[in-house]
């Protein structure tokens, strides 16, 4: 599976932005995707993740309530929608496809894609 993730950028601390990842290669429905996210000096971590019919979905406390993770199984895409955006979400984000259900752990996703910078400013 090939993955291009795009919708990154420089907002204000409060705003929102939607990152879209569009996947290509194989069978998009037949894998969950998940979101992570890597901060400067910092590992990466699990932010999201999305089962592969959509029904069902998984956030790290950080961005409960704020995030929104769905997919598109007919446009073979995966969107991120954050609101109420801090600095410390300031990261370079990453889509991910793998087989397991939900996974937090990033070992468990098989393919990548390429990462969109996100910077809140204070």
């Known amino acids: 599976v090939q993955l291009q993730a795009c919708g990154g950028g420089l907002v204000q601390t409060g705003a929102c932005l939607r990152l879209?990842?569009?996947?290509?290669?194989?069978?998009?429905?037949?894998?969950?995707m998940g979101w992570f996210r890597q901060a400067p000096g910092k590992e990466r971590e699990f932010v999201a993740a999305?089962?592969?019919?959509?029904?069902?979905?998984s956030y790290a406390d950080s961005v409960k309530g704020r995030f929104t993770i769905s997919r598109d199984n007919a446009k073979n895409t995966v969107y991120l929608q954050m609101n109420s955006l801090t600095p410390e979400d300031t990261a370079v984000y990453y889509c991910?496809?793998?087989?397991?259900?939900?996974?937090?752990?990033?070992?468990?996703?098989?393919?990548w894609g390429q990462g969109t910078q996100v910077t809140v400013s204070s």
């Open positions: 999305i089962s592969r019919s959509g029904v069902s979905t």
């Open positions: 991910a496809a793998g087989p397991l259900r939900l996974a937090v752990s990033s070992k468990s996703y098989d393919y």
């Open positions: 879209s990842c569009a996947a290509s290669g194989r069978t998009f429905s037949n894998y969950d």
